[in-house]
């Protein structure tokens, strides 16, 4: 066998390296592959095997329940965002991604091992009923939720519409433990709301359309369309895009929405190792705001920190969520196992000048925050669950709004006439 040799520096000293010939080193490789692939599904075979055998309870050890406990366990060792779906679990994401399911209408996550209200679907069941981000769910009809995995409390939380359920939680901005009773429905999914134009008397007689995309769906992109059409009628002179407390969604939905602002041909999101999606449609020469703020996640990150990037719209709020890696619904082959598949973590993306969004998040051009008694009058306005029988509503301070308006005034004073939107003043 010839042997090569490359000359390395260490702490040590000098010293000589072997290097196999590329050809050689890689069927070593490739054989060394194939000989642990082989060994893994023997381990795994006959594991299932002894199980099938020994184990106590014969009515645990069905082959289909116990490959699917392993995979679930296998993905959610990798990472939070990574798992295995089942026929319930795959059918329940295509449902949810198409905008219609049967459920409470909220959108939950895992916060520190706790089962937590990310958001609510704005007319929904939980949202009449007043639930908050950020409550902690403890039970479901009275079964505790400490040992069930986020796929297993989304099923429980959705069901036959009309079905009731009763949800233990614990909201910690008032640190206490209530009791919703709710009732399930067949929940269509909104991906936009509020749309219209401003009131005169908050904008100076300016004309400034207004829109909160509250997640991203296979719909968002013909409903954002249809919004700009009734804000183009109603004469708007350029938009505000609220992206606050929006979890994400379908990355591509979210592309879509930042290819009305760019040209033709504009990187819009980046991959590691890949080109981002391109634009594809005529876009909008209008100045436009976006809103964030913590809760500003994932999809909506790319919405920002694109529309940042490419100078098309001023960010203001604050520091976003910072959740930018990239999750892949991957059917497995059907002749194998029909309707299921792996919801896999692929790539972390980032803007269109590559700067990093996971971990680190989108920061606003202007700063602008709520304090949290702001927040819960601002929310209470939406959600009738939160205000009490008689009870006044309050009047609502919206600082980012009111500054997201104020940089239409300043671009009004500094630019003449309409055309693109030039950040460069700020």
Do not use: C
């Not at 072997?18 to 592959?33: F, I, M």
């Not at 406990?69 to 679990?89: A, C, K, M, T």
């Not at 919801?343 to 996971?358: D, E, G, N, V, W």
Request: aromatic share 6%.
């Amino acid at each position: 066998m010839n042997l090569r040799f490359v000359l390395s520096v260490g702490f040590a000293g000098w010293m000589f390296i072997p290097v196999l010939p590329a050809q050689e080193n890689k069927d070593k490789t490739s054989s060394k592959e194939e000989e642990g692939r082989y060994r893994s599904a023997l381990l795994f075979a006959n594991v299932i095997e002894l199980i099938r055998d020994e184990y106590l309870d014969p009515e645990k050890t069905d082959y289909d329940k116990m490959t699917y406990s392993s995979l679930r366990g296998l993905l959610s060792s990798l990472d939070p965002h990574s798992g295995f779906l089942d026929p319930e679990d795959y059918a329940m994401i295509r449902n949810e991604t198409e905008g219609q399911f049967g459920g409470l209408g909220i959108s939950v996550g895992m916060v520190d091992g706790q089962l937590t209200v990310n958001v609510p679907i704005q007319g929904g069941p939980a949202f009449r009923a007043g639930l908050m981000s950020g409550d902690r769910i403890l039970k479901i009809d009275g079964q505790g939720t400490q040992k069930l995995t986020l796929g297993e409390a989304i099923r429980k939380l959705r069901g036959r519409p009309g079905a009731r359920v009763t949800l233990t939680l614990y909201r910690p901005s008032e640190s206490r433990t209530l009791d919703v009773p709710l009732v399930r429905e067949m929940i269509q999914v909104p991906t936009l709301a509020d749309v219209g134009l401003l009131p005169s008397s908050q904008t100076g007689g300016v004309k400034i359309g207004y829109l909160r995309i509250t997640q991203f769906g296979e719909k968002t992109a013909s409903e954002f369309d249809q919004s700009i059409d009734r804000l183009e009628r109603e004469g708007a002179s350029g938009l505000i895009v609220d992206l606050r407390d929006n979890p994400g969604g379908l990355v591509d939905a979210a592309v879509e929405v930042v290819s009305r602002f760019v040209s033709p041909g504009t990187l819009v999101v980046a991959t590691e190792g890949r080109k981002g999606a391109m634009g594809r449609f005529e876009y909008l020469a209008k100045p436009a705001t976006v809103l964030v703020n913590g809760n500003t996640a994932s999809a909506a990150e790319i919405v920002s920190g694109a529309l940042q990037d490419l100078g098309k719209a001023v960010v203001v709020g604050e520091l976003t969520f910072g959740k930018g890696s990239v999750q892949t619904v991957q059917p497995v082959d059907a002749s194998i196992a029909p309707a299921v598949a792996v919801r896999l973590t692929t790539a972390h993306y980032t803007t269109p000048s590559r700067r990093k969004i996971h971990g680190v998040g989108i920061e606003p051009d202007i700063t602008a925050r709520m304090t949290p008694a702001e927040e819960k009058v601002l929310y209470q306005s939406r959600s009738p669950g939160l205000r009490k029988a008689g009870e006044d509503e309050e009047a609502v301070v919206d600082e980012p709004l009111n500054r997201a308006v104020d940089v239409f005034a300043a671009r009004r004073a500094i630019v003449d006439g309409a055309g693109s939107w030039d950040r460069n003043f700020l």
